[in-house]
Nanobody, 119 residues
Framework: QVQFAESGGGLVQPGGSLTLSCETS????????MGWYRQAPGKEREVVAA????????YYRYSVKDRFTIYRDNSKATVYLQMDGLKPEDTAAYYC????????????WGQGTQVTVSS
């Protein structure tokens, strides 16, 4: 089992930036693929960005590529999502996800943090 402590969500104006953080415990973090998903009201949950633990490969959803950056600090058992150039369509609940075997990760889910982009 993996426990999560997510933070960093909030209200930001279009064009602004936020950094989400997700600290984990319960499993060896360096052997977990980590990812961020999001779900907007009335829409399906979608993967935003993910990082594979075996080789460091990163995946980004096409709509966030060049605006969002996923990175991790294994010494802190924490994964981050740096979000720049935020748009209203980025508004959603963002979930931290961990998985020791699958990529994109899908096994263990955090409770989510809300990101709202609005003027």
């Amino acid at each position: 089992q993996v426990q999560f402590a997510e933070s960093g969500g909030g209200l930001v104006q279009p064009g602004g930036s936020l950094t989400l953080s997700c600290e984990t415990s319960g499993r060896t973090f360096s052997r977990l693929s980590m990812g961020w998903y999001r779900q907007a009201p009335g829409k399906e949950r979608e993967v935003v960005a993910a990082m594979r633990w075996t080789d460091g490969f990163t995946y980004y959803r096409y709509s966030v590529k060049d605006r969002f950056t996923i990175y991790r600090d294994n010494s802190k058992a924490t994964v981050y999502l740096q979000m720049d150039g935020l748009k209203p369509e980025d508004t959603a609940a963002y979930y931290c996800v961990a998985d020791p075997t699958l990529f994109p990760p899908n096994q263990y889910w955090g409770q989510g943090t809300q990101v709202t982009v609005s003027s």
